[in-house]
């Protein structure tokens, strides 16, 4: 049976695009600030399932890194101290929630035409 559009691992594929599904946004875009590592955490890795609407991402989301455990000694080591999100981690947040607000969409690409691949690569991000 057709389906005019599909929910797909997360992502809305209708009339040759693909957007996020908007459950998924809305759930990112109506975060809170997080208030420990763990929630920082949580929002960079949530959002980073949609860096591919996101040019530039991992530069963006790179004040926000700084909240992964890069280890499982360090998790194993990390006593609760009091959290404070740093200004530049702050200002990445909520550029990333806006960015999660505006109309992201990705189109099927016509393989009738060329295709120019371009790639980046960042020394801070992933």
Avoid: C, M, W
């Amino acid at each position: 049976v057709a389906r005019p559009e599909i929910l797909f691992l997360g992502h809305l594929i209708k009339a040759g695009t693909i957007k996020p599904d908007p459950n998924n946004i809305r759930g990112l875009t109506d975060t809170r600030e997080p208030t420990s590592v763990e929630e920082a955490f949580r929002f960079v890795k949530a959002a980073e399932y949609y860096r591919k609407f996101i040019p530039k991402f991992s530069s963006i989301a790179a004040p926000l890194h700084k909240y992964s455990p890069a280890t499982l000694q360090q998790q194993k080591n990390n006593k609760k101290l009091k959290f404070e999100l740093s200004d530049e981690a702050r200002i990445a947040f909520h550029r990333l929630k806006k960015i999660l607000t505006t109309d992201l969409v990705l189109d099927l690409p016509d393989d009738t035409l060329q295709f120019k691949l371009q790639t980046y690569a960042y020394v801070d991000g992933i």
